[in-house]
């Protein structure tokens, strides 16, 4: 007798879109991908949340998977795995974007966004939750007055980093 594929899912049809997933589960950050990939340039680098060893540990670096546009870090376990000898610049990888997040100190943001030529900080509910971002961050209070909202929908907001205002 032949096999049959049969979905155990329950609300889709089963299907071969991978990206059908998650654009029904994370609509602000499918939206948002749609709206880089139609605009970002090549040479575009994001900044996301960082936590996780794969998309089962965690939804992080979910903007760059959806697109392909290399963020900071990803998934540091992944990384890890692939790039053992590479281990202390992950660590520094990962502080300075936490330091991105969470500063109220305009200049370490600015210094930040020029050491990895950072073109969009992805500001949405993980990295809030991941971060805690206080209410007098930086990317948050625009006191650095290099960042302006590129794009929004729901919990999800693209910041651009304003390219005049660069160190």
Known sequence: ??????????????????????????????????????????DTVIVEAIGGDDWTTGT?????????IPTILGWPGHEAQW????LP????????VVQLY???DP??????????NITYVVLGSIEHSTYGIPVDAAILTGAC?????AFTQGSLTLLRVVEHDRP
């Not at 790039?83 to 590479?86: G, L, S, Y």
């Not at 610049?89 to 300075?96: F, I």
């Not at 007055?145 to 909202?149: K, M, T």
């Open 1 to 42: 007798t032949a096999l049959a594929a049969v979905s155990i899912s329950k609300t889709d049809a089963a299907t071969l879109d991978g990206m059908a997933y998650f654009a029904r589960i994370y609509p602000d950050e499918w939206a948002a991908s749609q709206w880089l990939a139609q605009r970002a340039a090549p």
């Open 60 to 68: 992080y670096s979910r903007v760059s998977m959806a697109t392909g």
């Open 83 to 86: 790039r053992p000898d590479n």
């Open 89 to 96: 610049n992950l660590g520094r990888r990962e502080a300075d």
């Open 102 to 104: 969470t500063t109220s």
């Open 107 to 116: 200049g370490e943001l600015l210094e930040v966004l020029a050491r990895y």
């Open 145 to 149: 007055g290099c960042l302006d909202v």
